[in-house]
């Protein structure tokens, strides 16, 4: 039986002179061909480069838009809150204006129970002074507040004035006397008050 005889037995590891030639022509290539690949890489380089250009491009033209779109939602979020609370402020206006004169007369009727000293006249101001403290808390839920003018100086921008008196305690156009109770909200007169001020 014969035995294969590898490169320690006798045989040569070069290779043929045939297969050195053609390592030797590997290595040495067309420089026509080398220039040829290094162009067709260049060009493939410029073409990536100008894609990548017009993909930032189109980046930004989009960054932009959604820029503009999200100042423009915001604008719009703000001025429909503005809108809604605008909306919200002439309906409690609205209906406390209408309910003025109801609160007037609970006033009034409070008033007059305190005028009789009989057991049941008491009993009926302790029950409209408990309606006058529930309409009152409402009203302050509501921002709604009465507006200040007795001793206050005449403001033609709260106050109505309906009478005018000679009194030389109080000072020249000062509100001495209140008529009818002026209400507010906020800022917002719903009632000016009537009131009677000193000359």
């Known amino acids: 039986m014969k035995k294969n005889k590898g490169p320690g037995h006798g045989e040569s590891a070069v290779p043929p002179a045939d297969d050195a030639g053609h390592v030797e022509s590997i290595a040495e290539k067309d420089p026509a061909a080398e220039a040829s690949e290094q162009t067709a890489v260049d060009q493939q380089v410029a073409q990536l480069k100008e894609a990548l250009a017009l993909k930032e491009k189109d980046f930004d033209i989009l960054s932009e838009k959604y820029l503009r779109l999200a100042a423009e939602y915001d604008n719009f979020r703000k001025r429909s809150q503005k809108e809604k609370e605008a909306v919200y402020s002439d309906a409690v206006v609205a209906i406390v204006k209408d309910i003025l004169p109801v609160i007037d007369n609970i006033e009034r009727a409070g008033r007059s129970a305190a005028l009789y000293e009989t057991e049941e006249a008491r009993k009926v101001?302790?029950?409209?002074?408990?309606?006058?403290?529930?309409?009152?808390?409402?009203?302050?839920?509501?921002?709604?507040?009465?507006?200040?003018?007795?001793?206050?100086s005449f403001d033609p921008i709260l106050h109505e004035a309906v009478m005018h008196i000679q009194d030389d305690d109080a000072g020249p156009s000062t509100v001495v006397e209140e008529l009818e109770a002026g209400y507010r909200r906020e800022d917002r007169v719903i009632r000016y008050s009537k009131v009677k001020v000193a000359n």
């Open 125 to 152: 101001a302790e029950g409209v002074e408990m309606i006058q403290r529930q309409v009152e808390q409402m009203l302050e839920r509501l921002c709604v507040s009465k507006i200040d003018c007795v001793g206050e």
